[in-house]
């Protein structure tokens, strides 16, 4: 069998996604800019970033049941396409004197939105283009890749708002979605099942009916249930940290902005992420994707607590390190297990389902409550709060369908 690193769809198919969140990398750091720029508003800039959530909660189920019913190839190139002209019209409009607020705002709503269905086609995508067998090696490369740009971009962004203004640094993710929509649509091998049955003319009824055909999936199956619902209890833990991080680094490790340490504690989290999609694949075909939950799932608690009462900054940084591994691990497992076991007819249904149970739902609410806790008590006690919740989560895996899982097989449907 053709390694990943020498299958040119593969290599494609990467190329695309990297491509496409190099410039989502730059956007995220320049849209909130402009937005500020342009209002002055702390209302509005933060605005930018619920939207980054929001859309799934609103279009992730149906997004999952559409790139299930359509070519999924299909799904990914109009998407990206759309972006682009979205994305594209924000510097034309800049460089026209005709840039206003609410048509940033439009943007800043719709790119994420879109973003949903190709997504859901993406999950997809993955276990048909490189074999069931292969997904956990794809995913760690597609997951530690994608950990790389989110370290390395952000700051080059930053740095480019110095001479270059915001708007028109975000012509640069218009261009990528473009070169991303050519990069898929250069595949050849299909990303959708080629027998796939057909499907009755697509209304409402139907359109809801597939929906519950995936979250049927979800709930019968037991060790999916499992995992989906411990990690849309990690995603509020994880929403009410990291929505803290800032104010933990400055009250807990005396680590302000502008201070170069605090660019190291916050690249930890990122750090561990890829030590994560690294070990990952071995840890999978080692032991099962099922003990591997419910082992990372009880040090995913201990380390945030851990974390948590860290008080100098080197320590924080290297219990955060600890704690991003852990936490990864938990989410990737998780992700490709769906992956292995969910029959190709529901691969976008399920996994977006999922998805948007963790970051649609589980981090907004994480970040909300840790808002308000950490208001209240401050940012430490919004750490611990967020702390217990890991701490059943993983009393919930080692009493759940985990604990007798199996290894993973493909379910037939009928």
Not at 14 to 38: C, D, E, K, M
Not at 40 to 65: D, H, K, M, N, W
Not at 162 to 180: F, H, K, Q
Not at 198 to 206: C, R, T
């Amino acid at each position: 069998m053709t390694r990943l690193r020498d299958d040119p769809d593969f290599r494609r198919f990467l190329s695309a996604r990297l491509v496409s969140l190099i410039g989502t990398s730059v956007t995220f750091v320049a849209l909130p800019v402009v937005v500020y720029q342009l209002t002055g508003s702390p209302f509005l800039t933060g605005l930018v970033s619920a939207f980054e959530a929001l859309p799934y909660l609103l279009f992730g189920l149906p997004a999952g049941a559409l790139a299930d019913r359509f070519d999924r190839r299909r799904v990914m190139v109009l998407s990206d396409l759309a972006n682009a002209v979205v994305l594209g019209s924000l510097p034309v409009a800049y460089l026209l004197g005709a840039l206003t607020v609410p048509h940033v705002m439009v943007a800043a709503f719709l790119v994420p939105a879109l973003f949903v269905f190709f997504d859901a086609a993406d999950f997809g995508a993955v276990p048909t283009l490189v074999g069931r067998d292969r997904i956990a090696s794809a995913n760690s490369i597609i997951w530690g890749s994608s950990t790389i740009v989110e370290v390395a971009v952000p700051p080059l962004a930053g740095a480019a708002l110095a001479v270059v203004n915001g708007a028109e640094l975000i012509a640069i993710d218009a261009v990528s979605y473009v070169a991303s929509a050519l990069l898929v649509r250069a595949l050849k091998r299909p990303l959708s099942a080629v027998d796939r049955a057909p499907k009755e003319p697509l209304h409402l009824a139907a359109l809801l009916a597939e929906i519950r055909e995936g979250l049927r999936f979800v709930w019968r199956h037991s060790t999916v249930r499992a995992m989906t619902v411990v990690g849309a209890f990690q995603s509020v833990a994880g929403g009410a940290f990291v929505g803290q991080m800032i104010v933990w680094a400055d009250r807990r490790l005396d680590v302000r902005a502008g201070d170069w340490r605090l660019g190291v504690v916050l690249c930890t989290w990122s750090l561990g992420g890829l030590a994560s999609s690294i070990a990952l694949p071995r840890l999978a075909r080692r032991y099962g994707a099922a003990r591997v939950a419910l082992v990372a799932l009880p040090f995913s608690a201990a380390m945030c607590i851990a974390t948590a009462f860290a008080g100098q900054w080197v320590v924080g940084a290297v219990c955060l390190l600890l704690w991003g591994a852990v936490y990864m691990t938990v989410v990737t497992n998780s992700i490709t297990y769906r992956m292995q076991v969910t029959p190709e007819p529901l691969l976008s249904r399920v996994n977006t389902t999922g998805r948007m149970l963790s970051f649609g739902v589980g981090w907004p609410i994480g970040a909300g409550l840790g808002g308000l806790v950490a208001e209240a008590s401050g940012p430490q006690a919004a750490m611990l709060a967020g702390s217990a919740l890991l701490v059943v989560a993983a009393v919930g895996a080692w009493l759940s369908p985990l604990r007798h899982a199996g290894p993973a097989v493909l379910p037939v449907l009928g």
